[in-house]
């Protein structure tokens, strides 16, 4: 059976819905659960060649200081419902714009032998739009993925 399940959190409520399953699982099989948030990196789009603002590094570190905050915080919440469980549980958090590679690489860094995260479950036009990380994670990874409704 499964004895190290990543699971990947973004503090939704579908997420947390997904946090909970996780931590009824891993007790009930004697898993450890290594929580991830995937923290989106900073990105400035500029509309004119050579526009040149002074402000932009200050601007990017409130960015990456408040993304950094909340990831604490998600990462907080998980990491103490998991203890309340009697679940060992490690948090991890890394910043990426492509969250699906970020999951996958530390499913293999942390040999992880289940991935268990949240599906919104788009249909149609809306989830070739809007994409999914869930899906992109079913796709590529070679690690078995179970995803929570």
């Given at each position: 059976m499964?004895?190290?399940?990543?699971?990947?959190?973004?503090?939704s409520?579908?997420?947390?819905?997904a946090?909970k399953?996780?931590?009824?699982?891993?007790?009930s099989?004697?898993?450890?659960?290594t929580?991830?948030?995937?923290?989106?990196?900073?990105q400035m789009v500029?509309?004119?060649?050579?526009f040149?603002?002074?402000g932009?590094?200050?601007?990017k570190k409130?960015?990456?200081?408040?993304?950094?905050k909340?990831s604490?915080t998600?990462?907080?919440e998980v990491?103490?419902?998991?203890?309340a469980?009697?679940?060992?549980?490690?948090?991890?958090?890394?910043?990426?714009?492509?969250?699906?590679?970020?999951i996958?690489?530390?499913?293999?860094?942390?040999?992880?032998?289940?991935?268990m995260?949240?599906?919104?479950?788009?249909?149609?036009?809306?989830?070739?739009?809007?994409?999914?990380e869930?899906?992109k994670?079913?796709?590529?990874s070679?690690?078995?993925v179970?995803?929570v409704?």
């Amino acid at each position: 059976m499964y004895k190290h399940i990543l699971l990947p959190t973004d503090g939704s409520t579908l997420s947390g819905k997904a946090v909970k399953q996780c931590i009824r699982l891993a007790k009930s099989i004697g898993a450890k659960i290594t929580a991830i948030n995937v923290m989106p990196e900073f990105q400035m789009v500029m509309a004119d060649e050579g526009f040149v603002s002074p402000g932009v590094p200050q601007i990017k570190k409130r960015f990456e200081e408040g993304a950094a905050k909340r990831s604490q915080t998600i990462l907080a919440e998980v990491k103490t419902d998991a203890t309340a469980a009697g679940v060992d549980c490690d948090c991890v958090s890394v910043s990426s714009g492509v969250p699906y590679e970020a999951i996958i690489k530390q499913a293999k860094k942390t040999r992880c032998d289940l991935i268990m995260m949240a599906s919104h479950g788009r249909k149609g036009l809306s989830s070739i739009l809007l994409g999914s990380e869930t899906a992109k994670v079913l796709t590529h990874s070679t690690v078995p993925v179970l995803v929570v409704r």
